[in-house]
Nanobody, 124 residues
Framework: QVELVESGGGSVQAGGSLRLSCAAT????????IGWFRQAPGKEREWVAS???????TYADSVKGRFTISQDNAKNILYLEMNSLKPEDTAMYYC??????????????????WGQGTQVTVSS
């Protein structure tokens, strides 16, 4: 059973930065994909980025060049570094996981495990 816990959300002004963390437990293999999603009030859930723990990282066009995924393999933590934040980045951010895979997908229903979410608010 994979468990995910997000942290690091908060309020920031436009142009600022935040780093979200996704602490993952319950798996021993590295063939795991971690995805970041976000959902703003009244909007559909949106894929932000995905990282395979021994593979590649991909980003949505809306965040490419501003957001970066990094890993601390020793602690099983995946980070989402968010720079040049915009008001439209305001949303609840979730990390999700699927194990025993060789590549990541960008649709939410593909993932088996979800964290509880962390709120990001960007003011103009």
């Amino acid at each position: 059973q994979v468990e995910l816990v997000e942290s690091g959300g908060g309020s920031v002004q436009a142009g600022g930065s935040l780093r979200l963390s996704c602490a993952a437990t319950g798996y021993t293999m590295r063939r795991v994909c971690i995805g970041w999603f976000r959902q703003a009030p009244g909007k559909e859930r949106e894929w932000v980025a995905s990282a395979h723990l021994v593979g590649s990282t991909t980003y949505a066009d809306s965040v490419k060049g501003r957001f970066t995924i990094s890993q601390d393999n020793a602690k099983n933590i995946l980070y989402l570094e968010m720079n040049s934040l915009k008001p439209e980045d305001t949303a609840m951010y979730y990390c999700a996981a699927r194990a025993s895979v060789i590549a990541c997908m960008s649709w939410g229903t593909w993932y088996d495990y979800w964290g509880q979410g962390t709120q990001v608010t960007v003011s103009s």
